[in-house]
């Protein structure tokens, strides 16, 4: 495979050694530079010191937990953040999302599954650090003062400027638009999103549509841009340039 000059460097913050040794052994093996720790003590300035492209964080740490290190990471940091958790922490894992996560896996996850989202996180996260020349204008999405860039993952308002789409936020806000005018179900909206299973109670496209109307300043009573279809799912109804 091809792996940059420059690795994307990769941090492992797991407390349980067999498993943190698994990862760390397994990602070394695809060509990546990592390092572990198995705590989240002054994780913030490591990632920054070390250039961190990537955290794998456990949600169930000792001490400070998964949750409360995403919410610090996020605001001060626009690291890729993929959470590890279990079967039973789906409202962790919402929670997480929420906080500013851009995906999660459950234990016992499949290797190959977590590379692959890996790699995909990374090709983002290194693409916005690095100077991306915006000719190509379908890279674009224009709807009512609002700019969609999508090789970069950016949404940037008419008055406020830009930020990072998470991953999740993206894939979800892309599918949307692409189907403007059209009920998304919620079975659309997690296969365009993630790829995988679902159970009823996953309430993680509600979480990420709440996230993105709040970023679109779309009141969620008297939404403008994502409308909800009771009963049935989701449809953007701005008008796409």
């Not at 990592?34 to 920054?48: A, I, K, M, Y």
Request: hydrophobic share 35%; proline share 5%; aromatic share 6%.
């Amino acid at each position: 495979m091809n792996i940059p000059i420059e690795q994307p460097h990769i941090l492992i913050v797991e407390d349980d050694f067999a498993s943190r040794a698994l990862l760390v052994s397994y990602f070394e093996n695809e060509g990546y530079r990592v390092s572990e720790t198995d705590h989240g003590e002054s994780l913030v300035q490591r990632v920054l010191d070390d250039n961190i492209n990537l955290v794998l964080l456990d949600i169930n740490l000792p001490g400070k937990d998964g949750l409360s290190l995403t919410r610090e990471l996020r605001a001060h940091s626009k690291v890729g953040i993929i959470l590890v958790t279990s079967k039973g922490d789906e409202i962790d894992r919402i929670v997480g999302l929420e906080l500013g996560a851009d995906d999660y896996v459950t234990k016992p996850f499949n290797p190959r599954e977590l590379l692959v989202r890996a790699k995909n996180l990374l090709w983002r996260v290194t693409d916005q650090s690095s100077p991306v020349k915006k000719d190509n204008s379908s890279e674009l999405i224009h709807f009512e003062g609002w700019t969609l860039d999508c090789s970069r993952r950016l949404l940037e308002s008419p008055e406020e400027g830009s930020e990072r789409l998470p991953e999740g936020e993206f894939k979800l806000f892309y599918a949307l638009i692409n189907s403007r005018g059209q009920v998304l179900s919620r079975d659309q909206l997690m296969d365009a999103i993630h790829d995988r299973e679902w159970t009823p109670n996953d309430r993680s496209i509600d979480v990420l549509i709440g996230r993105l109307r709040r970023k679109l300043n779309d009141n969620p009573l008297d939404p403008h841009f994502i409308l909800t279809a009771h009963g049935a799912g989701y449809m953007f109804a701005g008008e796409v340039k």
